[in-house]
């Protein structure tokens, strides 16, 4: 069974504190993971896919990495705006299921000044 | 703009009442999808469509109901079966089944 686990589920900067979030899935024939931020009350905003290990992103402050087992999103000294619960979904590369996306818990970032 | 809308933002429901939640996109994606949000838990997929006039059940689609008549449009109807559907409802949407696209949500609560 495809799962999905992000650690932690909570997370409180400084900041300026650098950290990561980790999520780890177990998936057959990985296609893709997916890290998205998510504000209270609205919808998920995306952010990055990588599709293979080693790969790497990167968006202002944040970058994402990806090994066989597990994805990081590093968060390169926070600011506030950057309080936000982030999701981390993958997607198997099965015919019959392909395009569904997995689903983490999420972790919940507060970054306070 | 391009961009996925949902409507209402906010819905009420009474007890033994349907009620329908629209989706719609022109990203002109082929691909859309129903999630629910309950608080502390992760996405979880209720119906999908790949094609319209086609669509899959998801890990929770008892006591809901999808259509696909049109690209555009996925609406997602809530039956009284649904015995706790108070949550927040996102629609999302993809192309080549690659990343989606999320729409804003609609809180449904049961009065």
């Known amino acids: 069974e495809d799962q999905v686990t992000q650690s932690p589920e909570a997370l409180r900067l400084q900041e300026g504190e650098s950290s990561s979030l980790n999520c780890s899935y177990t998936v057959s024939g990985l296609r893709g993971l997916f890290w998205y931020r998510q504000d209270p009350g609205k919808g998920p905003e995306f952010l990055f896919t990588?599709?293979?290990a080693g790969e790497e992103k990167e968006k202002e402050r944040l970058k994402a990495t990806l090994t066989k087992k597990e994805s990081f999103l590093h968060i390169t000294a926070p600011k506030p705006e950057d309080s936000a619960t982030y999701l981390c979904?993958?997607?198997?590369?099965?015919?019959?299921?392909?395009?569904?996306?997995?689903f983490g818990r999420g972790t919940q970032l507060t970054v306070w000044p | 703009d391009g961009g996925i809308t949902q409507s209402p933002k906010y819905l009420f429901r009474k007890e033994g009442q349907n009620v329908t939640l629209s989706c719609e996109q022109n990203l002109n994606h082929d691909a859309m999808y129903w999630y629910r949000q309950d608080p502390g838990q992760g996405l979880r997929l209720i119906y999908y469509s790949q094609i319209v006039n086609d669509f899959q059940k998801g890990d929770i689609a008892e006591g809901y109901s999808v259509s696909r008549e049109k690209k555009e449009s996925f609406p997602l109807t809530v039956t009284s079966a649904q015995k706790n559907p108070t949550a927040f409802y996102l629609c999302a949407s993809s192309i080549n089944y690659n990343e989606q696209f999320f729409g804003p949500g609609t809180r449904l609560t049961v009065l």
């Open positions: 990588l599709y293979s």
């Open positions: 979904a993958v997607q198997a590369g099965r015919g019959s299921t392909l395009g569904r996306l997995y």
